[in-house]
């Protein structure tokens, strides 16, 4: 951490400032120009607020050099994470991973109608709500333990592995069995208490980003996942709140490559919330594996105007099959490929 000082600073209060940050536990080393003075703090503490030090007299500037995030930062594994599973899939490496299927899981031929026809264009994984976190009370909530049976039982006859939503701490023990991801919506991203809870696990967690969240805060969320003992943390653009209104919200393509820069873990995109729009949805997949997703999230559904959730931003089986042939013809400009 660096902190300059004001040109006018005195010495007195320069000595505070040193006394100060000796008593968070940091090492000094003061440089003193010619019109004003540098204090570079050392230290391996990081649950400091750079604004305790900004209220003291004399202080210009503060800077913080080192991350917050030190195990989801990209120094801890410099070569990158990737994610591998049991049928071989690997999410972090050369394949660019889809995920696909309906918002919610309905019933058993709504089900494996999608399941079937997103593992015939070329998806990996079968993704599905059994428990759905609503605006609104009086709306679909999922079907349940009844839903994550279909689920599983779809993704086994179809070859397809399975991500659901994870809503709160009672749902971990009853999920495990049925899926090979549990993914953690953007409502939950900062629910510590159910972070802690998904590192002491041993199953891959996909981490949505929270509509007003930045990408420090997305990354501080996976190191508490990562501080329990889980590194199988795979991050997730999905859209953030923004002033427009057009879409349901922005899609913050730029947060791929500043995450692959700032951290090891793979990064995934979903177009389908993050624009909200059945028509905006291709562009922004096509785009985010442009720059440089690891895999793509999709909303799927065989008669999306019927679907009791998010049916506005769902393909039809025929738009994600012409998507996927597109990806195939990008992923290669980019040194990926899809299946």
């Not at 007299?57 to 800077?63: A, I, M, Y």
């Not at 990354?219 to 329990?228: D, K, P, V």
């Amino acid at each position: 951490m660096i902190v300059a000082m004001q040109d006018s600073a005195t010495e007195e209060q320069i000595q505070q400032v040193i006394e100060h940050l000796v008593r968070m536990g940091f090492s000094v080393h003061r440089t003193t120009g010619a019109v004003q003075t540098v204090l570079a703090a050392v230290g391996a503490r990081i649950d400091f607020d750079t604004r305790n030090l900004m209220v003291l007299s004399g202080v210009q500037e503060v800077h913080r050099i080192s991350a917050p995030y030190k195990l989801a930062g990209r120094s801890f594994r410099p070569q990158g994470t990737v994610v591998e599973f049991a049928n071989g899939l690997k999410i972090g490496g050369t394949e660019v991973v889809v995920m696909a299927g309906p918002c919610s899981v309905e019933s058993r031929e709504q089900l494996f109608t999608v399941a079937e026809q997103v593992a015939a264009a070329g998806a990996r994984v079968l993704r599905g709500g059994a428990f759905k976190p609503r605006s609104s009370p009086y709306t679909f909530q999922g079907m349940g333990l009844a839903g994550l049976k279909l689920l599983r039982e779809a993704g086994d006859r179809f070859g397809l592995l399975v991500i659901s939503e994870v809503m709160e701490i009672s749902q971990i023990e009853m999920m495990v069995p049925y899926v090979d991801i549990l993914q953690v919506g953007a409502r939950n991203m900062q629910n510590f208490n159910l972070l802690r809870e998904l590192g002491k696990i041993k199953k891959p967690v996909l981490l949505k980003r929270g509509i007003a969240a930045t990408l420090e805060e997305l990354l501080l969320s996976a190191e508490y996942i990562m501080s329990g003992g889980n590194y199988d943390v795979i991050l997730c653009e999905r859209g953030i709140r923004t002033f427009e209104t057009y879409t349901r919200n922005t899609l913050d393509i730029s947060a791929i490559p500043i995450i692959k820069k700032l951290s090891h873990l793979p990064m995934t995109s979903d177009p389908s919330h993050g624009t909200g729009l059945r028509d905006k949805v291709a562009p922004m997949a096509r785009a985010s594996v442009a720059a440089g997703a690891d895999a793509l999230l999709i909303e799927v559904h065989h008669d999306p105007d019927k679907a009791l959730s998010d049916g506005a931003q769902s393909l039809f089986p025929d738009q994600f099959a012409k998507l996927m042939d597109e990806l195939r013809l990008i992923a290669p400009v980019v040194g990926r490929e899809i299946a």
